[in-house]
């Protein structure tokens, strides 16, 4: 039987499932121990630290009792430590970006995604470079300057040829002031070189999701195809990372399994990361199963309530702090807004689902891979999220300063990055306010821009924001940073 160790690379012996089982049932023991639960929430406070604050984090086994725990006001707890962590390390800022799917040919089973090979009825479709061009420019004009590329797994359909292709095409696109700064890449798991070759055409964050901790569910959700491989899946990270790829970035689909197994698997694997390669999950996305062609969400009895869901956010926000968080269009208006409270610091807006969904006047359904239940232009998440207090940033700075990997998360924990994201924030803000937002999001945003500059803590910061913001607004110069 696999020992658990957090340092290994088998996944059998990172993701260990005698240690969950333990995890949950300790979890499960200790979720009414009020003294045990106070400690954890003391130890996952921020402190302070300098100018700055440090945090602690929190153990697999730790978290797991505080998701456990259903005493209400220890989850108040949860949630005001979960939104102080945020404010400490993140502010009140929101960075924007938009998936782009490339193409839906799949060879995969994945019977929780329409995209899956046997289904019959959804149109298959892959971007020729042409509609990529005319699919980035039509992201460009809202506004988009960071982009998720998703594409299902197939060898001959798209290979990683086609993929870097796509990525070199999406970076040569510069349509009026716009331009696409940092392309995610969302692919299966692949090979050490297919990683490096990712790496040398310059993608910022790879993603992939393990679908489900649970190795028998996982086999059972994906009866066929090469994702079929669990071990190959689980273990994708550390190819990635030996690939040369700094960033990468973890997710789990809620609805699949117990979610009490899941948390445990997501931060176990996080501390793997940090046990072998020094450095973290750069993000953690936290989707939840969706409707969809050929999908119906009820087919999976594990499906989480709102309430359950935001309480799980909170509990990742407390156990890494380090780490962005996630939350896309799949979620509505209402449980984003919820989420952004209690540590999300990134969000998709006027995401098209479909293959070629950016061109397309009407929102296309028959290429979808799920339903999007926030349905708002662009410009409406802008000014929402400013009036819910947050600054919009197209920011993506780091990756071009070469602040990534354990570079970045050094930064981040001694509290210095902070400096750079909120000017950062406002200057990205400008340029969307300039070139592509509605007058009343303008009003709003240059009120906003001239508060927030206030907040600038170093003279010298301030005032170079400030100018390049005048800069921005007189001028079609363009591409500040921090
Ligand atoms: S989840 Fe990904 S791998 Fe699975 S069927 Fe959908 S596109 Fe293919
Ligand atoms: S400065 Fe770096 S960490 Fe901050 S928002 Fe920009 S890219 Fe993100």
């Known amino acids: 039987m696999a020992v658990y160790n957090p340092k290994s690379l088998k996944a059998e012996e990172f993701i260990n499932d005698e240690e969950i089982r333990a995890t949950l049932a300790y979890a499960e023991e200790n979720k009414n121990n009020v003294e045990l639960i106070d400690q954890i929430l003391e130890k996952a406070r921020p402190v302070k630290n300098g100018n700055g604050c440090t945090c602690r984090g929190l153990t697999h086994r730790e978290a797991s009792v505080l998701l456990a725990c ?3 006001e220890k989850i108040q707890k949860m949630y005001e430590i979960a939104e102080e962590i ?20 799949c060879v995969n089973g994945c019977v929780y995604c329409p ?5 019959k009825h959804i149109a298959r479709k892959k971007l020729t470079q042409e509609e990529v061009r005319a699919e980035v420019i039509a992201l460009q004009d809202m506004g988009h300057k960071r982009l998720a590329i998703e594409a299902g797994e197939d060898p001959v359909n798209n290979p990683i040829e086609y993929i870097l292709d796509c990525i070199h095409t999406i970076y040569s696109v510069h349509h009026k002031n716009g331009d696409i700064r940092r392309v995610n890449v969302n692919i299966a798991a692949t090979t050490v070189e297919n990683y490096r070759k990712l790496k040398e055409a310059g993608i910022g964050t790879y993603i992939l999701f393990q679908e489900t901790y649970h190795k028998k569910s996982y ?5 066929t195809g090469p994702k079929h491989d669990y071990d190959y899946h689980t273990e994708a990270m550390d190819r990635a990372m030996e690939g040369g ?10 609805g699949l399994e117990l979610y009490k197994y899941e948390f445990a698997g997501l931060i176990m694997h996080a501390e793997h990361l940090e046990a072998v390669h020094g450095v973290g999950p750069h993000t953690i996305s936290v989707p939840r199963v969706k409707r969809a062609d050929d999908i119906d969400p009820d087919m999976f009895d594990n499906g989480i309530d709102d309430e359950t869901f935001i309480k799980i956010a909170a509990c990742i926000r407390l156990a ?5 968080m996630i939350v896309s269009t799949r979620e509505s208006e209402d449980v984003r807004r919820r ?14 689902t479909s293959v070629g969904g950016y061109t397309e006047e009407e929102r296309p359904h028959d290429t979808e891979q799920f339903d999007v239940s926030d349905q708002r232009t662009l410009d409406e998440v802008v000014h929402w999220l400013m009036q819910t ?3 919009p940033s197209f920011c993506t700075a780091c990756y071009r300063e070469g602040r990534t990997g354990d570079r970045f998360m050094s930064l981040c924990k001694n509290g210095q990055i902070l400096n750079c994201c909120h000017p950062n924030a406002l200057m990205t803000l400008a340029e969307y306010l300039e070139d592509y937002a509605s007058p009343e999001t303008k009003e709003t945003g240059y009120k906003m821009i001239e508060e927030e500059l206030k907040r600038i803590p170093k003279d010298k910061v301030r005032e170079i924001a400030e100018k390049n913001i005048q800069d921005i607004r007189s001028s079609n110069r363009r591409d500040f940073r921090f």
């Open 70 to 72: 259903e005493i209400p």
């Open 86 to 105: 945020k404010l400490a390390f993140y502010g009140n800022r929101i960075v924007l970006f938009a998936p782009l799917y490339l193409s839906n040919y």
């Open 115 to 119: 995209y899956h090979m046997k289904n």
């Open 219 to 223: 086999l059972e959700l994906h009866p």
């Open 245 to 254: 790829i700094d960033d990468v970035g973890l997710g789990v689909l809620f």
């Open 320 to 324: 890494v702090p380090y780490t962005g």
């Open 339 to 352: 989420m952004l409270r209690v540590g999300i610091s990134q969000v998709s807006g006027a995401s098209r």
């Open 389 to 391: 207090g947050h600054i």
